[in-house]
């Protein structure tokens, strides 16, 4: 069962905008990590951004932004100064403990539109 | 730097015939994994390597079977295709069985199932 929730299957912003894109999680564990990836049209799957559960100070890479709500269990994507190259599929995922290790558990993704 | 190569990159299959992914990973990682994407469903777990010798099912094994052939290479293989595979694959590796490593991923192969 998929246990991370991207509520918004489509948005749209105009460049140079802000966009936030939403996600939540379900998780018994308390240290874990939390990341974002960015899939382009190409295919590609990119690591945009990653949180550390037990870091208060949420993660910043330059236009790239969460507000990560331990409690909540939200992690939300935060696009400043939108660009059309950031137009792709997001998605939200955390590193959870499988029988051997760990895997990526992904939600559904949301797909971004930046429109001149 | 090659990172994490798929082959190959687009494959059409008729129904009952079988076929081989290949993946591999030149960044000496022990952790592989193979992914299918489907419209509207994320990336889905179908098979994962924690290390060189060990496999373990995930969320949807089901049709699949894999081998980690030593630590660069991990390929899945459908034995007999149906058009519910048509998907796209993703292989990808991490380091070591930590949770703050990030995964790196090939770039995916297009199966079609007719």
């Known amino acids: 069962a998929q246990t991370v929730t991207q509520s918004q299957p489509e948005m749209s912003v105009q460049e140079a905008e802000t966009v936030t894109l939403s996600c939540t999680y379900d998780?018994?564990?308390?240290?874990?990590?939390l990341f974002w990836y960015k899939q382009p049209p190409s295919r590609q799957m990119i690591l945009v951004i990653r949180?550390?559960?037990?870091?208060?100070q949420n993660a910043t890479e330059n236009r790239f932004s969460v507000n990560f709500q331990k409690a909540a269990k939200s992690f939300s994507l935060k696009i400043s100064d939108s660009q059309l190259g950031d137009t792709a599929m997001y998605f939200c995922?955390?590193?959870?403990?499988?029988?051997?290790?760990?895997?990526?558990?992904f939600g559904k993704g949301t797909s971004l539109l930046v429109t001149p | 730097n090659a990172g994490v190569t798929q082959t190959p990159k687009f494959q059409v299959l008729k129904t009952g015939q079988s076929m081989t992914l290949q993946c591999a990973q030149d960044m000496n990682h022990n952790s592989m994994y193979w992914y299918r994407q489907d419209p509207g469903m994320g990336l889905r777990l179908i098979y994962y390597s924690a290390s060189e010798g060990t496999t373990d099912k995930g969320e949807v094994p089901n049709g699949y079977n894999v081998s980690r052939l030593n630590k660069r290479e991990f390929s899945l293989r459908l034995e007999s295709a149906a058009p519910s595979q048509t998907s796209v694959y993703f292989c990808?590796?991490?380091?070591?069985?930590?949770?703050?490593?990030?995964?790196?991923f090939g770039q995916g192969t297009r199966l079609t199932v007719v």
């Open positions: 949180q550390e559960a037990y870091k208060q």
């Open positions: 995922a955390f590193m959870k403990h499988v029988n051997s290790g760990y895997a990526l558990n």
């Open positions: 998780t018994s564990e308390n240290n874990y990590y």
């Open positions: 990808a590796s991490s380091r070591p069985g930590r949770a703050n490593t990030e995964a790196f």
